[in-house]
């Protein structure tokens, strides 16, 4: 399903036959275009959306949950989601639009933000996802009849997100755990917080996934792909290279201590810092503030309080 506008180009949408009506994994974004083709695209398999059981969605983003609520409008099925995440989409419901970007600015602020903070400030969001129905944990079956569709909670890229092992298959559906040939955005928000560890998270999440076999692969993004183990081999490389490099920059640059903006104005981006935008460089500081989290919990680099109202800085544990 199109995701207009979005570099990434399309949301795969999969569809698990069984006796009781097909379950939906992922919805796609909330846009007329990908609505027609998500109908049209049912339609060609020989399934009436009307007849959709329900949606489980992989994570509360934009574009997997976006269409979900629309889908149970038309079919009266329910929405499926792992509880961690239904918290965000409750705490994202009840923010209006102009909270939220306040929220959002000012935490750009206590990293370092300056102007981009400001122009975050004045931007858009899409709209919030619809309430799940069914709050998913850990191991649960999904109620699909006939079929054994499993649970796997894998956070990292959200808290909630979850892969889907179809056990009478064997496959595993990835959502944005487990991409072929990119990797998922691991952020920290608010990105000073020192109470969680999403990218030590995902780590974990990597390793869970791994145990469960040489599954084929069934992703959100990109294209299928066999042995699901070998590539969270391949992300996890990729990780500890970004990490070693990262305590490398700060060791060097140590006893000054960096903000996170200094942070994520150093490290290689798929574009170079000054052609991302406001927002890019709001996810760039993320990643970065997951990353130097990371560091922090392992022991090799440390937090420098400042005074209050100023923004927090990193620098190696060693001085
Ligand atoms: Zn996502």
Request: charged residues 25%; aromatic residues 6%.
């Amino acid at each position: 399903m199109p995701i207009p506008g979005n570099p990434l180009g399309y949301t795969l949408v999969y569809a698990v036959e069984s006796p009781a009506g097909p379950v939906l994994v992922d919805a796609g974004w909330n846009h007329q275009d990908a609505w027609l083709a998500l109908r049209d695209g049912l339609a060609a398999v020989g399934i009436d959306v009307r007849t959709v059981r329900g949606v489980v969605v992989t994570h509360h983003h934009p574009d997997h949950a976006g269409l979900a609520g629309r889908v149970r409008e038309e079919s009266g099925g329910w929405i499926a989601m792992h509880e961690a995440d239904v918290a965000l989409v409750r705490l994202i419901r009840g923010m209006a639009g102009d909270l939220h970007r306040n929220f959002q600015a000012d935490m750009m602020r206590r990293a370092g933000a300056g102007v981009d903070a400001d122009a975050v400030a004045s931007s858009s969001r899409p709209d919030p996802p619809a309430l799940p129905d069914l709050e998913l944990r850990d191991g649960d079956l999904i109620d699909l009849p006939g079929r054994r569709l499993r649970t796997v909670w894998t956070p990292g890229h959200t808290p909630g997100h979850v892969c889907l092992h179809l056990e009478d298959a064997g496959r595993l559906f990835t959502g944005d755990h487990v991409l072929p040939g990119i990797t998922p955005h691991i952020g920290l928000y608010p990105y000073d917080r020192d109470d969680v560890d999403p990218l030590g998270d995902f780590l974990g999440s990597l390793d869970r996934v791994a145990d469960l076999g040489d599954l084929d692969a069934l992703p959100a993004h990109e294209w299928t792909f066999p042995d699901v183990a070998a590539r969270t081999a391949e992300i996890r490389v990729h990780h500890e290279e970004k990490l070693e490099r990262l305590l490398d920059q700060i060791t060097a640059l140590s006893p000054d201590a960096l903000t996170i903006w200094d942070v994520a104005e150093q490290m290689v981006w798929n574009r170079p810092w000054t052609d991302l935008g406001p927002m890019q460089r709001g996810m760039a500081a993320g990643e970065a503030a997951a990353h130097l989290r990371t560091l922090e919990v392992r022991g090799t680099i440390r937090r420098v309080p400042g005074a209050p109202g100023d923004p927090v800085r990193f620098t190696a544990a060693s001085r």
